[in-house]
């Protein structure tokens, strides 16, 4: 059986750059030092005004591309994880094969929020592993929150950001190197927690559903605080036990970057140093579905990873939704 590798990697942030000072003056008082000293978020990007995450995707899955020596036509698939898309339809993946010129590759988008990218990871390997028609598949996770933020609202606009992160999976005969093991959880009770609540079906985009509701990125209760740590410590713990290996095999981990401290509370639970989870929310924000696959491209791009080490990628997003994925690049 192949088994998939990752072979390629790429990321793109837009060039708007906004530090957090902007946000004082958006807002009218100091927010700049709450987030320097709490989340440790410095600047952030946002789109363009005639950027969109169809951009996004496309500048990122080329530098992937590249890297990976492939042209587009080599591709079999692509998948595409956003809950900021295109379009509510058609899929944004579509566009993006439209744009590259990927000729021969199927389409589709995946929606677990920000855990969208490990999704689609997972889903991504598994195709490569169960039908040797797919050699080359890219997984893109992307990301435009700031369309959709309440400029008023200092819980949100200051955090969130925008950007994209791709990987090429290729087929590997080597079954212990690439995809080793993986695993998915939701939990649907905080389904109504956090979210962009209009414009789907429950509340259609009519006058007076926006007279009710906003179609904007909301979050309407408060998360337990340890939720993100134990979920994180505990997919981490069970993929040590799927591969039979202690914490310290683990050459680094890719967390949701929405919060430094629940990141180093789980590196705390698991015992690792904090620095072996590499963090790129300082400079970039909140990038969402984009922020993994983002963090894995600048620890790249560092010579942080290198063929050989064991990654766990893992991630949550609203609904909640929570995906893990171990890697030996």
């Not at 199927?106 to 999704?119: E, K, R, S, W």
């Not at 992160?165 to 939990?187: K, N």
């Not at 690792?272 to 620890?299: L, R, W």
Request: glycine letters at 8%.
């Amino acid at each position: 059986m192949q088994n998939a590798r990752i072979t390629g990697v790429g990321a793109y942030a837009p060039d708007r750059r906004l530090d957090n000072a902007y946000f004082d003056d958006l807002l009218g008082e100091n927010v700049s030092s709450w987030l320097a000293e709490n989340v440790e978020i410095f600047e952030r990007r946002w789109c363009g005004e005639e950027q969109s995450t169809a951009d996004l995707c496309q500048a990122a899955a080329r530098q992937a591309l590249d890297r990976a020596g492939l042209q587009a036509e080599q591709l079999q698939l692509i998948i595409v994880a956003t809950d900021t898309p295109e379009y509510i339809s058609p899929s944004t993946a579509s566009i993006v094969q439209h744009r590259l010129g990927a000729s021969n590759a199927g389409t589709f988008d995946i929606n677990t929020a920000c855990a969208g990218f490990v999704t689609a990871l997972d889903v991504g390997a598994k195709y490569i592993r169960s039908d040797q028609q797919y050699q080359n598949v890219l997984v893109i996770g992307a990301y435009a929150m700031s369309k959709y933020l309440n400029k008023a609202d200092k819980k949100t606009v200051t955090l969130f950001a925008d950007g994209a992160g791709a990987v090429v999976l290729s087929a590997t005969p080597t079954a212990e190197v690439g995809f080793l093991a993986s695993q998915l959880l939701s939990q649907g009770q905080y389904h109504d927690y956090m979210g962009i609540y209009a414009g789907g079906t429950h509340a259609p985009l009519t006058s007076e559903v926006l007279a009710r509701h906003t179609h904007q990125l909301v979050f309407a209760k408060k998360f337990p605080k340890t939720l993100n740590p134990e979920m994180w410590s505990g997919m981490a713990q069970h993929l040590n036990q799927t591969l039979e290996v202690g914490t310290e095999a683990v050459a680094r981990y890719f967390i949701t970057q929405i919060n430094i401290n629940s990141i180093r509370a789980t590196m705390d639970i698991l015992g690792e140093p904090h620095d072996k989870a590499h963090t790129v929310m300082h400079q970039y924000g909140y990038t969402g579905s984009a922020c993994i696959p983002m963090a894995f491209n600048d620890a790249w791009e560092k010579g942080l990873v290198k063929p050989g080490d064991l990654v766990y990628f893992i991630g949550s997003g609203g609904g909640l939704a929570f995906a893990s994925a171990a890697f030996r690049l």
